[in-house]
Structures are given as structure tokens and as C-alpha cells.
């Protein structure tokens, strides 16, 4: 069983910056996908952005230019960067991998924006 824990986020306010990462027990380097999603309140679970293995990271458009995205192979660690968070940022934040066609996910981390 892969465990993935997240750290970051809380109650922040409008123009601050976000930084979360999440830890994993297994070697990220050797998985087929990792990535991260949001949750918006009342919406459904979107895309940010995913990190296939050997290949760099691919946005999805609109979250492109917004978020950062970059894993560390060596700590087993992927983070998740927002600069100049705004209120529609609320939410929570989750971050998965694929190993052979199987998801394991963080319980994730809720990121709460204030104006």
C-alpha cells in the first residue's frame, strides 16, 4: 500500500503564497504518473497538473501559469506552488499517484482563501 501525506495550507489570505507537498513511501521516480488535483467547494475534483515518469510537467490550460508543479526524486516529495493566491483558490488540495494503472491518493490538504 502506497501512503501519501500532504502538508501545507490552511487559512491564508488573498495575495499570500501557497506551498504544499506531499510525501510518499514509495520512490516517486519509479511510478508511471504523479500529480495534483483540486476541489473546490460544491465542484467537482480538477486537474492541475501531472508529472509522467522521464517526462516534465504538463499543466492543464487553465492552471497553467498559475500553479507550479516539481517533484524531488530524491526525497520522494512532490510540491504544489501558488503565487498570489486569490479566494476562488479555496479548497482542497490532493496529490496522487498511478502505479500499473492503480491510484493511490492523499487525503489532502484544505486550503481556505480570505479577501
Known amino acids: 500500500q502506497v501512503q501519501l501525506v500532504e502538508s501545507g495550507g490552511g487559512a491564508m489570505q488573498a495575495g499570500e503564497s501557497l506551498t504544499a507537498s506531499c510525501s510518499t513511501s514509495?520512490?516517486?521516480?519509479?511510478?508511471?504518473?504523479v500529480g495534483w488535483y483540486r476541489q473546490a467547494p460544491g465542484a467537482q475534483r480538477e486537474l492541475i497538473a501531472t508529472i509522467a515518469r522521464g517526462e516534465e510537467v504538463n499543466y492543464v490550460p487553465s492552471m497553467e501559469g498559475r500553479f507550479t508543479v516539481s517533484k524531488d526524486d530524491d526525497k520522494n516529495t512532490m510540491y504544489l506552488q501558488r503565487i498570489g493566491l486569490k479566494v476562488e483558490d479555496t479548497g482542497v488540495y490532493l496529490c496522487?499517484?498511478?502505479?500499473?494503472?492503480?491510484?493511490?491518493w492523499g487525503r489532502g490538504i484544505q486550503v481556505t482563501v480570505s479577501s
Open positions: 496522487f499517484v498511478l502505479i500499473n494503472g492503480a491510484y493511490f
Open positions: 514509495t520512490a516517486i521516480s519509479a511510478v508511471d504518473v
